[in-house]
């Protein structure tokens, strides 16, 4: 097992090679030349990012390109095999109390909800802040329904997650990942697998949640929303990181060919 | 019987229409419907001639049953052996303690309604067998000892399904998280014990309990036969329940364990919390059936020399002074097992009922 640094020193951040503007320099993660393979399979391929707190990031490109897999890396739920990634000072490593450490941190919603079927909408919302935080009962409740009121759906907070319609189910699992209060939101395609009425009501919510802040990293194709919450917009194909620019750039002046044939495609049907 | 007269003339419509729609709909179906019906009246009246109306119920020896039905007085006179076995009359309200706590915490759970019916059913997997632990044995707090070697009867078949099945599904669901586990030591190991287990047919495991197994213990280290045999129906039980809860882990999509991770949820967590809750629920009718079997099952002691119910009433029948009494004594043995597992069947299905949420993820 490794025995990495664990506490970096923030100076280090301030030399990342892209930063924002607008926000206050601080990095919260942290990706270095980081490679991933499933067997033989080279998925990731020297992927390189510092994103800043508060900042907003969305990931776009062709399907297969490894978005979900670099997201999945950054809270661990797939193992990098070269590179860094430090995520809120942490570095992930073999280590498991590091590997809780961040998650603790790192919220995240996936493209098929995974609502636990067994338990109702609450105790979906209480179930990590009662047991990995050790909140009170009472407490976690009350943040519960305080979310559920951010999501706009406190009325169901007694029903079960089959009873509930796709859009109202994910706008649950955007409240379950916020219960356990994270720095950092991750969305994995969170509107895909919606019908275009519900497509909405849950982007709603993930602009309510930019606005008030968290650092979020979208996979998403809505390019809408990438257009009017994005602080950086990254084009993924193949393992690689092809672009990273900021919204008003990346639709209107693309640099790399790859990007002007995606955008030409996902724009113009 | 007259149909109350508030009854809306359609619904009397309904019933003979349901009549002709599903038993004469066709010439086939009218043939089949007739030939059932014949069989059924020919079959019933004699079986209810036998059992009911020329049964003797009441008498006190052999002679008194003269009639063509069945002798049930006989079942009546030895019921004591066939519930209790050899344990002595005077200390069988320890027993009778035991059955009636049983049925405390078991009946509310029969019982929608029936308030805090959790708590009792908590007692009765935790205080309850503590209790018989204390009192069936004796040998504490001043009570008597009896032997094992006494036990007999319903009793004993009880206690040997009821140890199996409490202990067999908390030990089957451990091995069916260790043979998933990323640990190679810990999944071979699990491997191992559940396909050797399961291999092996229970009378063989009962005997290698009974007769092997005091030859590999040391001088001086002996369990009763009693306990030998639950040892092995345990262990044998574990491995099979082992598989139908790996059924159940294997259902539970990736998703749920991603989450479960997601929100940092450690391995022991998301597991309880997440996992297990899920999949057992899902394996409900797989595990009922292992413990309707393993009841049944229980029967084998008998070739060790360990009289259950079916046992007692086998060394019985055979009693000359007793006219043929051989049906009457299955029908009464098969009676109780299907009561119990009939119990634990309608159970199950009020489980399975309640914990459906309306939605597999
Ligand atoms: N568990 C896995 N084992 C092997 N290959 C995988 C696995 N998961 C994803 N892949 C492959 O990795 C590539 C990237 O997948 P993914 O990150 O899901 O792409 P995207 O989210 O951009 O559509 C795809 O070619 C996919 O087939
Ligand atoms: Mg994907």
């Known amino acids: 097992m490794t025995e990495q640094n664990t506490a970096l020193n923030p100076e280090d951040s301030r030399t990342s090679p892209v ?63 070269r590179g860094q990634i430090i995520v809120d000072n942490v570095e992930l490593t073999d280590d498991v109390k590091q590997i809780d450490t961040v998650r603790k941190e790192v919220g995240m919603v996936f493209q098929h909800f995974n609502l636990f079927p067994h338990l109702t909408v609450l105790e979906n919302c209480c179930l990590a802040p009662l047991w990995v935080r050790k909140v009170p009962k009472r407490e976690a409740e009350a943040t519960a329904m305080e979310y559920l009121e951010r999501v706009k759906i406190p009325e169901q907070a007694h029903k079960y997650p089959g009873q509930l319609s796709g859009g109202q189910q994910q706008r649950v699992a955007i409240a379950r990942a916020l219960c356990m209060k994270p720095k950092i939101m991750l969305f994995d395609e969170p509107t895909s697998a919606l019908d275009p009425e519900m497509i909405k009501e849950v982007l709603d919510v993930m602009v309510e949640l930019a606005g008030s802040g968290m650092t979020m990293i979208c996979v998403t194709h809505e390019m809408g929303f990438a257009k009017t919450v994005a602080d950086r917009v990254i084009f993924m194909d193949e393992g690689e990181i092809v672009e990273l620019a900021p919204p008003e750039e990346f639709f209107t002046n693309p640099r790399e060919a790859r990007t002007q044939q995606f955008l030409k495609q996902i724009l113009h049907h | 019987m007259s149909l109350p007269s508030e009854l809306p003339p359609r619904q009397e419509i309904g019933v003979i229409g349901w009549v002709r729609k599903n038993l004469f709909s066709s010439w086939y179906n009218i043939v089949l419907t007739l030939v059932a019906a014949y069989l059924v009246v020919t079959s019933v009246g004699p079986l209810l001639n036998w059992v009911f109306l020329e049964a003797t119920f009441t008498g006190e020896t052999a002679a008194d049953c003269s009639g063509e039905g069945a002798c049930w007085l006989f079942i009546g006179q030895r019921l004591n052996f066939f519930i209790y076995g050899f344990y002595p009359d005077a200390l069988q309200w320890r027993i009778d303690i035991m059955f009636g706590l049983l049925a405390v915490a078991f009946a509310p759970q029969f019982i929608e309604r029936f308030p805090a019916r959790k708590w009792f059913g908590i007692f009765g997997l935790t205080g309850l067998p503590l209790i018989g632990y204390i009192l069936i044995p004796g040998g504490w707090f001043g009570l008597e000892e009896v032997p094992s070697s006494r036990w007999g009867g319903l009793m004993l078949t009880l206690i040997l399904a009821y140890v199996g099945i409490l202990a067999a599904l908390p030990i089957g669901t451990v091995l069916a998280l260790g043979r998933r586990s990323d640990m190679p030591i810990i999944r071979g190991l699990c491997v191992v014990f559940i396909e050797v287990w399961r291999a092996v047919p229970l009378i063989t495991v009962l005997f290698m309990a009974s007769v092997m197994l005091p030859l590999f213990l040391p001088d001086g280290v002996n369990f009763e036969k009693l306990m030998r045999a639950l040892i092995g129906i345990i262990l044998w039980q574990s491995a099979y329940m082992a598989e139908v809860v790996r059924g159940g882990l294997q259902a539970i999509p990736k998703g749920q364990y991603e989450a479960a991770s997601a929100l940092g949820l450690g391995y022991w967590r998301k597991t309880g919390l997440v996992i297990l809750p899920q999949a057992l629920t899902l394996v409900i009718p797989g595990i009922v059936n292992t413990f309707i079997s393993l009841f049944k099952d229980t029967t084998l002691v008998l070739i060790i020399g360990l009289f259950d119910i079916l046992g007692a009433v086998q060394s019985t029948i055979t009693d000359p002074a007793w006219r043929n009494v051989t049906t009457e004594g299955y029908v009464f043995v098969a009676f109780c097992f299907w009561i119990f597992c009939f119990g634990m069947s309608r159970y199950s299905q009020n489980l399975e009922r309640k914990l459906d949420t309306g939605h597999k993820s």
């Open chain 1, 19 to 81: 930063e924002s503007a607008k926000h206050a320099d601080k990095t919260i993660i942290k990706v270095v030349d980081m490679h991933k393979w499933y067997g033989t399979f080279h998925v990731l391929k020297g992927l390189n990012l510092d994103v800043n707190e508060g900042e907003r990031i969305v990931i776009c490109g062709p399907s297969g390109s490894g978005k979900s897999t670099f997201i999945r890396c950054i809270n661990r739920l797939e193992e990098h095999q």
